[in-house]
């Protein structure tokens, strides 16, 4: 990407190439804790092992408050240190995040108190950098790598003393692990002044990539009703809109499995065609650098006519991941958009056990299967109908050798009926007001009236 890392090989970043990492999983449960009190580091186990870490150790503390110096405070570090000797930890992984000296401090406890080497040490990593790192793996395209890069570089610069040490130990000859991945690869090479004209240059190379995604975006949704899908991550989504489309996006049972947009026609009935965006999936506590740095992305969801919001019903934490996107949602301007709920995997045992208590809650939600297409045709009748609810109906008239105006009417409207009258055509169409607008301002059609 810069200049500074060209020689540097990139590794496939479908698939993760490291050794599997040993981890311990740490949770420091607060008062305003946002981690599911049934499970509270379940995410957490599924965000290492898809950074391609196995787990061998957990460990949970509440406090009214943390620990200034290492979050968790001396005697749980001792803890924390016994048990990764133990287990032989490479890695120890927070659900919270973390500040630079909370983690320089607790690496040095912990280290001495393992008695590890320093140049094969074992690392803290925070909730943030362990998804910056799954999201380092998962980019590929060139607007997608900008984004991860960005937001790891102003993840990074804050830490670069103790991301060296990491670096340290790779230069070393030890294999490369979870939180060295992306744009801290190259951090030996770089300094503090080369990091700040790093992160201005990828600023303004992302700046114009937003630019000319929200012209695009905006034109799209001014000539077509746009529907957007969103969800927690792994809730379905990129399956739904496969079988809504026939698109071929990549979908699989893991966090993250894609973080690029993808839009398409979706026909919903004779005549009646949206455009349908596919975006990345949202998860609870989703670093700050990240959202920021996603919002081309998720423009899709800001511009949107109606959202589909897809929840795995069947999930233990359904109700915390419902929450998360609503926060999303808001973070990112999109909160009062018109949204249709789907409960998703209703043909899983879990999805039909919870689903009468949804449907209690969201009476006017709509169960489905995205992956065997059961309760998909109820789908298509509503969203119809949310379409239908916002068009009206119009009688144009215009010549009829116009065949690039004819061509945008059959395209953009619903044509009814069709009448001649000499070298005219007298056309009875349903059409969205925006499409209305446009061509009342052309000048080569009337438009003759309204219902």
């Known amino acids: 990407m810069g200049n500074y890392n060209a020689s540097v090989s990139e590794p496939k970043r479908t698939e993760l190439s490291v050794r599997q990492e040993q981890a311990i999983l740490v949770g420091v449960i607060l008062p305003k804790s946002t981690a599911d009190p049934r499970d509270p580091l379940g995410e957490l186990a599924a965000l290492a092992k898809t950074a391609g870490a196995r787990v061998v150790g957990t460990i949970l503390q509440r406090r009214q408050r943390v620990d200034a110096g290492t979050y968790v405070g001396s005697g749980k570090v001792k803890e924390i240190a016994a048990l990764a000797s133990k287990e032989k930890a490479d890695v120890i992984i927070f659900d919270n995040d973390l500040s630079p000296g909370q983690i320089g401090g607790l690496e040095k406890i912990i280290n001495e108190e393992a008695n590890s080497p320093p140049m094969e040490g074992i690392k803290v990593l925070d909730r943030s950098?362990?998804?910056?790192?799954?999201?380092?793996?998962?980019?590929?395209?060139?607007?997608?790598?900008?984004?991860?890069?960005?937001?790891?570089?102003?993840?990074t610069y804050p830490r670069?003393?103790?991301?060296?040490?990491?670096?340290?130990?790779?230069?070393?000859?030890?294999?490369?692990?979870?939180?060295?991945r992306g744009p801290g690869e190259q951090q030996l090479e770089i300094?503090?002044?080369?990091?700040?004209?790093?992160?201005?240059?990828?600023?303004?190379?992302?700046?114009?990539?937003?630019?000319?995604?929200?012209?695009?975006?905006?034109?799209?949704?001014?000539?077509?009703?746009?529907?957007?899908?969103?969800?927690?991550?792994?809730?379905?989504k990129s399956t739904l809109f496969n079988t809504l489309t026939?698109?071929?996006?990549?979908?699989?049972?893991?966090?993250?499995?894609?973080?690029?947009?993808?839009?398409?026609?979706?026909?919903l009935d004779r005549g009646l065609q949206v455009l349908l965006s596919d975006t990345v999936g949202f998860v609870r506590d989703l670093p700050h650098n990240l959202v920021a740095s996603f919002r081309?992305?998720?423009?899709?969801?800001?511009?949107?006519?109606?959202?589909?919001?897809?929840?795995?019903?069947?999930?233990?934490?359904?109700?915390?991941?419902?929450?998360?996107?609503?926060?999303?949602?808001?973070?990112?301007?999109?909160?009062?958009?018109?949204?249709?709920?789907?409960?998703?995997?209703?043909?899983?045992?879990?999805?039909?056990?919870?689903?009468?208590?949804?449907r209690t809650?969201?009476?006017?939600?709509i169960p489905l299967s995205a992956k065997t297409g059961k309760g998909i045709d109820r789908l298509y009748a509503a969203a119809a109908a949310q379409v239908n609810a916002q068009q009206v109906q119009a009688v144009l008239e215009t010549d009829s050798s116009n065949g690039k105006l004819l061509?945008?009417?059959?395209?953009?409207?619903?044509?009814?009926?069709?009448?001649?009258?000499?070298?005219?055509?007298?056309?009875?169409?349903?059409?969205?007001?925006?499409?209305?607008?446009?061509?009342?301002?052309?000048?080569?059609?009337t438009v003759k009236s309204t219902e």
Request: charged share 30%; net charge neutral.
């Open 407 to 445: 061509a945008f009417i059959e395209t953009h409207c619903q044509v009814r009926d069709r009448q001649y009258a000499g070298d005219r055509i007298i056309i009875h169409a349903t059409m969205s007001k925006r499409t209305l607008a446009d061509l009342s301002r052309n000048e080569q059609v």
């Open 361 to 365: 809650l969201h009476p006017d939600a």
């Open 246 to 267: 026939a698109a071929g996006a990549y979908a699989d049972d893991k966090l993250f499995a894609t973080l690029d947009t993808k839009t398409r026609a979706w026909k």
């Open 296 to 358: 081309a992305t998720l423009e899709e969801a800001v511009h949107a006519d109606l959202l589909l919001h897809v929840l795995d019903v069947g999930h233990p934490h359904a109700r915390q991941q419902f929450d998360s996107v609503h926060q999303v949602l808001e973070e990112i301007g999109a909160k009062d958009k018109p949204e249709m709920l789907l409960l998703n995997k209703i043909d899983t045992p879990e999805g039909e056990e919870n689903f009468p208590e949804w």
């Open 129 to 155: 950098e362990l998804i910056l790192d799954i999201f380092a793996t998962r980019a590929q395209t060139h607007e997608a790598k900008l984004q991860v890069e960005l937001a790891q570089m102003q993840y």
């Open 191 to 236: 300094d503090r002044r080369l990091v700040r004209k790093r992160i201005a240059r990828l600023q303004g190379e992302i700046e114009k990539v937003q630019q000319r995604k929200t012209r695009m975006v905006a034109e799209r949704t001014r000539l077509h009703f746009t529907i957007c899908i969103v969800g927690y991550t792994n809730a379905g």
């Open 160 to 180: 670069l003393t103790r991301m060296w040490g990491h670096l340290e130990r790779i230069a070393g000859g030890a294999p490369a692990g979870i939180g060295t």
